[in-house]
């Protein structure tokens, strides 16, 4: 079965700085690959997702990823980040093989004004 | 668009009783359903993967006949938590998938309390 890494539990970064976010999956077939966020007392939202296609996608409030076969990574980028990006964080993947899809355990992130 | 609604958001029940959960796609048709476990401070667990019209495929270690899940149309599924007990409390989350390799959309969860 397919499976996803989420390497930090915790990122801290300053506002106005770049975060990242890092995610690395395991398929035996071609991925699906999304991430999702989670505000305290909210449900997981979508960001953006990977399917085929430009390596780099672009997704809701300003954050990107860009996938990497050869690295099997699929890391959460945005150049400049808000102290409303402080969520936790879920990289997930699906593949194209199997129906089902898994979860990363998450990544805490932080954005310090 | 891509709503999906979980009823009940809270619910408590007796130990040894049974609780349903219903999950319903608002506004699309979700050829697949999905049911997660998340305990405090911790990701999602798979319990189970429906598809509409054919049994679930449950994750090892999940017990099918305890947590039954009916995925009788394109835009409902249930779970059902059946003789509960304490160990069962947890917060249960539902998601929905148009297709294959499409993204899925999240209910708000249902925070189940087993006395």
């Known amino acids: 079965a397919q499976s996803v890494a989420q390497p930090e539990d915790q990122v801290n970064v300053a506002e106005g700085n770049p975060l990242t976010v890092k995610c690395t999956y395991s398929?035996?077939?071609?991925?699906?690959l999304f991430w999702y966020v989670q505000y305290p007392n909210r449900g997981l939202q979508f960001l953006l997702k990977?399917?085929?296609?430009?390596?780099l996608v672009k997704g809701s409030y300003g954050f990107e990823a860009e996938f990497n076969k050869s690295q099997t990574s699929f890391h959460l980028k945005k150049p400049s980040a808000l102290v409303s990006d402080s969520a936790l964080y879920f990289c997930?993947?699906?593949?194209?093989?199997?129906?089902?899809?898994?979860f990363g355990a998450g990544t805490r992130l932080t954005v310090k004004p | 668009g891509a709503v999906v609604s979980q009823h009940p958001s809270r619910v408590i029940c007796k130990s040894g009783t049974s609780v349903k959960i219903e999950c319903r796609s608002l506004?699309?048709?979700?050829?697949?359903m999905f049911w997660y476990r998340q305990f405090p401070k911790q990701s999602l667990m798979l319990m189970a993967t429906?598809?509409?019209?054919?049994?679930?495929?449950?994750e090892q270690g999940v017990e099918k006949d305890k947590f039954l899940i009916n995925h009788a149309s394109l835009t409902l599924s249930t779970l059902t938590v059946t003789s509960a007990h304490p160990e069962d409390s947890s917060f249960y989350i539902c998601?929905?998938?148009?297709?294959?390799?499409?993204?899925?959309?999240f209910g708000q969860g249902t925070r189940l309390t087993v006395v």
């Open positions: 990977y399917i085929t296609g430009d390596n």
């Open positions: 398929v035996s077939g071609n991925p699906y």
């Open positions: 506004d699309f048709q979700a050829t697949t």
């Open positions: 997930a993947v699906r593949d194209e093989g199997n129906n089902d899809m898994r």
């Open positions: 998601s929905a998938s148009r297709t294959k390799n499409t993204e899925a959309f």
């Open positions: 429906s598809n509409e019209g054919s049994k679930a495929t449950y």
